[in-house]
């Protein structure tokens, strides 16, 4: 199946923001975690009123300097969302730029909440000892994508999370797929997500096949 026609990732929130016009293009799952209904108008007002109190300065700092340059651009914060609880929401997205200045940003939005409070000693322990393979992946995605080391780990984390697939295996995956498709060029936020999405459909090998399964997959 093409990466372009896989089903959206469960968990993320996609948007765009017309610099010129001022206009933001919410996706109906970020709509719900700000608790806007289908006929509001989002806007940046509306999505720093949801960033916790304390978070607020720096993430407004944060869009400030993505509507300023261009390229990719990520952080991770807390999210006040509609039903009153906070969530830990990591953005990932790009400033296109156009006759000389930022036009455009687009990107996604994942809530991690449940990758960072199911964090155990025992999928610490698991990653130690994947350790090669994970940074491995790390670095792939901070080096193809521009996204930096915690928000690389917390992508991995919570697809790993959202689809129960150990977090050595999703690297792995991520891995093999970047190798397979090269670097990005034109669309990085977009072939970041396809990235994503093709290591919950790729085909781990199987013992039977002679293979120990991508846990014990080497590294390089």
Known sequence: MPLHAAAPEPGAAHFQYD????????????????????????????LLDHVVTEERDVVRSRLQRALSAPGAFSW??????????????VVVGRSELDGGRVVRLQGFVVDITEAVRERTDAAVAAAAEH??????????????????EDVAFELLRSHSNQHNVKLSTVAYRVVSGLTERGAP?????????????????????????????????PAG
């Open 19 to 46: 610099v010129v016009a001022d206009r933001w293009t919410w996706s109906p799952e970020l709509r719900v975690l700000h608790g806007l209904p289908a006929d509001g108008d989002p806007s940046t007002g509306l």
């Open 76 to 89: 991770t914060y807390r999210l006040a969302a509609s039903a009153g609880s906070v969530r830990n929401v």
């Open 131 to 148: 350790r090669a393979t994970i940074e491995q992946a790390k670095g792939a995605l901070m080096l193809g994508f521009g996204v930096e």
């Open 185 to 217: 060029s034109e669309d990085p936020v977009r072939s970041l997500l396809d990235t994503l999405l093709s290591a919950d459909a790729a085909t781990a090998p199987r013992p039977s096949d002679g293979a120990e399964g991508f846990e014990d997959a």
